[in-house]
């Protein structure tokens, strides 16, 4: 069922809710009170007119208490390179950061840095780390000017002449929060003195640098003032903000991974302001049109190693670190701002699936980019254009030079997601919205202080209970999310089952609550499998909110560091090449749920998950990876293997490093695809794998710029070559060449000649239509028809024109 179709309405779900074969239910009470009833206000800071109301209000840093595995989490976080990034990293340095002494350089990387810090320190109550938070927060406010300008004097004029705004986002992020824990009254002046700074502007700077596509940021802390001090001026600035920078309304003006990752929400956070839904739509449009095309694996992230590339949406490009936080972010925002479960449910997929393998396990080191299939985490350069970066990105290390960003930015993503994990409502209630041992100390109904504590091993069970306590009886309503795979919730309070309100996504319980009320949520979990029918027909394999991946054996290797702050490429020690045999009608069917001795304390390791599916596959002897260790893209499923059955594990995706999460499906007969490895006589800026990915498309021209190419740039003149190997022997009668050739633009033409070859029994290359014409025409296939033989490997051979370099498009088999 589509999450939309159940999750639609608000309705009562007594049946839905109550669990099977229950005879007396427990009625959730409506408040006795109608004239309490009627006052409902929040306790919180609200949306002041003419901004639209938000369902949902972010509770004071410090109202949550993680506990459990996110707790963990943070405890390895406040030893790890967060917690001790002035260890490592020069930008911290206050002697020399324009942060603290304005005449010095200073950009993104100390704000990235503190933004994490000071609620790593909130949530965790660290005194060691709210201590560094306050020094940090009082160096940064002594920087203020009288025009309201703070921080490096440089940025003044270091874009285009103008002020470059972009490194303060995070700044003004980690001010917000420091007043909302501290109460500091020298906060509220200095966001009014920059805003105001920045009112001063001319709309273009909001055109400009990377905080264009970014400016969704300042527009919320616009808003945060405004709802403290009800200046107008503030939301006129919103507008020119909104007018003036990236348009994410009507088109995708970036591609860039973290831009949009922040920048996709800007319309919907101005549609608050403007008060029309067409602001939401613009956010969702721009949401969809990126996952439909770059996110069609599990994990909740798309392929952006840098950008997005047409064509490159493969389960092995990856997504930066920064961009897994920061889209989190953009969830959590949404969540509130719309009221809709949907985001709490990519928040977490992305938290669950993807977060912890950014990192290694003792959070010492992160990497610049992960991907759903990566079976080799290295060191070294990929220099054929296999990822938008050639710098290595992949090992984990510190980084604090070569990844730069993301070890400032990743302490952000843990701590923000234990501040979500409850929120308070505007009708002066509490939502549970994103799961997990913790308790949470708020205001409720008539003002009564509550708190709830809330026990799980949630996502590793599928039982959530809760515990009220509260120094008298208290009237407000209780949200509790349904997770989008969730189809039959239960609730029981005292043991028996209770009515509850369907509101969308949520349960509700609007009652009465007592001291030691107790309630148990129960959300019932399945093993499924998707298929992903815009990447070759893959499967992923999910249980609950969990996707799993296979169980690769990991050789850690330390390459590079210290003692305190290693650096470690990771390889695989066992075969990962494999799809799955699954049962065609059924294939949940196929795979078992294991609980191991673990507990869920420490869950993200291949000896600390309390899960497993045991599952069935063949090798795949095709699926291999290039020369430079990069795994090759998936071709289509089923594919053809005549292996034997092996069993395998699969354990959840975020306890492995090395990762293959989007599976082909194996078949024997019938449709099943032979699967090719693609080499070539040289690779230099382009991969010969671009073949594999363009396997099913239709170039536009011969100068398509839409889709991967393979060249043998910059080799000119010379006779170079192309091939197809198989694992086992394959009937081939014909094929098509599509001719790279870049006239005009470049030093690419079609070859002055080629051949087709074919493999034969005794290992020797023999001639395939040796007599037919091979065709160079530009801007189609060029077809070839020949007596079918059976091979193990064919080859395309070009004569490349003198003072020329040659490539191709697309290369196609046939029977």
Known sequence: MERRTFLTGSVSVAGAATLAGATTPAHAATPSDPAASAARRPHYTANRAPLRQEPFLRLPPGSITPKGWLRTQLDLQLDGLSGRMPEVSDYLDDRTSGWSVPANDGWEELPYWLRGFGDL?????????????????????????????????????????????????????????????????????????????????????????WGAARVGDTIDTAYWVYNRTGDDWLLDLVRTMHTHSADYTHTIPTWHNVNLAQGFREPAQYGVLAGDDSFLAATHRVYDTVMNTYGQFPGGGFAADENA???????????????????????????????????????????????????????????????????????????HGQFNNSFAMQAYMPGIHQYRCCPHNYGMGWPYYAEEMWLASLDGGLCASLYG?????????????????ERTEYPFDDTVAFEVSTPRPVSFPLRLRVPGWCRQPSVRLAGRPVDVRREGGHLVLDRRWHDGDRIVLHLPTETTVRTWGANEDSVSVHHGPLAYSLRIEEQWQRSGGSDAWPEYEVRPGSPWNYALELDRRDPARSLAVERTRARAADPFTHEGTPLRIRARGRRLPGWTT?????????????????????????????????????????????????????????????????????????????????????????RTGTEEWIRYDYAEPVRVGAVSVYWYDDTGHGACRVPESWRLEYRAADGSWRPAAEDADHGTAVDRFNQLSFPAVTTTALRVTAQLKTGFSGGLLAWRTGP
């Open 626 to 714: 290039d020369e430079q260790n990069v795994l090759a893209p998936l071709q289509p499923s089923p594919a053809h293997t005549t292996q034997p059955i092996e069993q395998l594990t699969l354990i959840p995706a975020a306890a492995a490093r090395l990762r293959i999460t989007a599976f082909p499906t194996a078949a024997t007969s019938g449709t099943a695809r032979a699967w090719a490895a693609v080499t070539a006589s040289f690779s230099g800026v382009d991969s010969p794998q671009a073949l594999l990915m363009n396997a099913s498309l239709e170039p536009s021209g011969s100068y398509d710029q839409s889709v991967p190419r393979f060249t043998w740039w910059d």
């Open 309 to 383: 590339r047409p064509g490159w949406h493969d389960p092995r490009q990856g997504f930066e670190t920064c961009g897994i936080v920061e889209f989190m972010h953009s969830h959590q925002l949404l969540a509130r701002i719309t009221g809709d479960t949907v985001w709490a449910d990519r928040c977490e997929d992305l938290a669950l699936n993807m977060l912890p393998a950014a990192f290694d396990p003792l959070q010492k080191g992160t990497h610049y980019v992960t991907a759903a299939n990566g079976v080799q985490l290295d060191n070294v350069a990929k220099s």
């Open 437 to 453: 041992e913790s308790s949470v100390r708020a205001k409720v109904g008539d003002g009564t202080t509550v708190t709830v504590t």
């Open 121 to 209: 320190g909130y949530v965790t109550q660290d005194s060691r780390v709210l201590e560094l938070t306050r020094a940090w927060i009082d160096r940064i406010l002594a920087t203020r000017q009288s025009d309201g300008f703070f921080g490096p004097a440089r940025l003044r004029t270091s874009l285009n002449g103008g002020p470059d705004f972009w490194p303060h986002m995070p700044v003004l992020d980690a001010l917000r929060t420091w007043h909302e824990y501290s109460g500091d009254d020298r906060v509220v002046p200095t966001l009014t003195g920059w805003l105001k700074y920045l009112h001063t502007q001319p709309g273009t700077l909001f055109g400009q640098g």
